[in-house]
């Protein structure tokens, strides 16, 4: 497994839960707002994941779960076998993923607890955020196996709300497609650029009515 970072502790990439976060490296998605541009390269990794195990065997009893992140964590072969390991050592299991691999996404449902599930606009419109043809189909695909485990796992929808490629029209469609899915609450996430050479930049949310209109649909909550 390629592990560019850990972080040893976080109260918000997995809810409710002290947990640690893995972040892996590598990649196949290009998204136009991506704060981890440093982990998209498919380079080798710079932590062994023995060291990564010997850190939770420490934190046993003082952490309640264990998060994938990235890059994309579906990129790594070896996750379903990371994960179990993980899950020996009496930790619960996170992944933040796109789920643009649909063959290893399907493989680690069984074994994960909790899934971050990034939509990143409708499916017709992903290539305009991704840079990846055919991404949203596979994006969709995964969402819908996802689905189908509900009973044993627990989940969060989420969309990075990049006001340059998604108008409201889109984010209703979406709305209307998690409502139809039983899906009960959605989080949109504000965007914020960053640059080397400039001061970030916070892009849009909906406002006030657009927010109540979409509300009208399904639950949201809004991250800033």
């Known amino acids: 497994m390629k592990i560019a970072a850990i972080q040893h502790f976080s109260m918000l ?35 062994p994941f023995s060291d990564v195990i010997s850190f939770l065997k420490s ?3 003082l952490l309640e779960g264990i998060v994938f992140c990235g890059g994309e964590p ?3 072969s070896d996750l379903y076998e990371a994960m179990v390991q993980v899950k020996k050592l009496g930790f619960a299991v996170g992944l933040h993923t796109s789920g643009y691999i649909y063959e290893r996404f399907c493989e680690i449902l069984p074994v994960v ?4 599930f990034d ?3 409708t499916f017709k419109n992903y290539e305009k955020i991704t840079g ?3 991404s949203g189909n596979i994006a969709e695909k995964s969402f819908i196996k996802m689905l189908k ?19 409201f029209d889109d984010l209703l469609e979406i709305a209307h497609f998690l409502k139809d899915n039983n899906v009960k ?3 949109l996430q504000q965007c914020v650029l960053r640059y080397e050479d400039k001061d970030d930049v916070a892009l849009s949310l909906p406002n006030d009515a657009e927010l109540e209109k979409l509300k009208k649909v399904i639950n949201i909550k809004v991250r800033s």
């Open 13 to 47: 990439d997995y809810p409710g839960k002290m947990s640690a976060i893995i972040f892996t490296q590598g990649c196949p998605l290009r998204c136009s707002y991506c704060h981890n541009a440093d982990l998209q390269p498919i380079s080798p990794g710079t932590i």
């Open 59 to 61: 934190r046993v009893g």
């Open 74 to 76: 579906l990129f790594q």
């Open 113 to 116: 607890d909790w899934v971050g």
């Open 119 to 121: 939509i990143k606009t």
């Open 132 to 134: 990846v043809s055919n």
């Open 149 to 167: 485990h509900r009973n044993n796992l627990d989940f969060e929808i989420r969309t990075t709300v990049d006001s340059r490629y998604i108008n």
């Open 185 to 187: 609450e959605w989080v």
